[in-house]
């Protein structure tokens, strides 16, 4: 089986209510910004993931992940 095809896009998900921390204080965070990606295989099999990158944390946005 090999992977023949992928597929990634960012997302932006409104989360119920602000995140609020230390890094973002005040308000917080409204929004998050995610990476969906999906593989298919030369079988028919596919998958899907995601990647909810956190700047302050792990030096990731969702451009970077997708690079």
């Known amino acids: 089986m090999r992977i023949v095809r ?3 896009a960012t997302v932006r998900v409104d989360l119920v209510k602000p995140y ?3 890094d973002y204080p005040g308000e ?3 929004h998050k910004q995610c990476v969906i990606l999906r593989l298919f295989s030369d ?8 990647a909810d990158p956190y700047p302050t944390f792990t030096y990731e946005s ?4 997708l690079q």
């Open 43 to 50: 079988s028919g099999l596919y998958g899907i993931g995601e």
């Open 28 to 30: 917080g965070l409204s």
């Open 6 to 8: 992928i597929e990634a």
């Open 62 to 65: 969702s451009e970077t992940v």
């Open 20 to 22: 609020v921390t230390a």
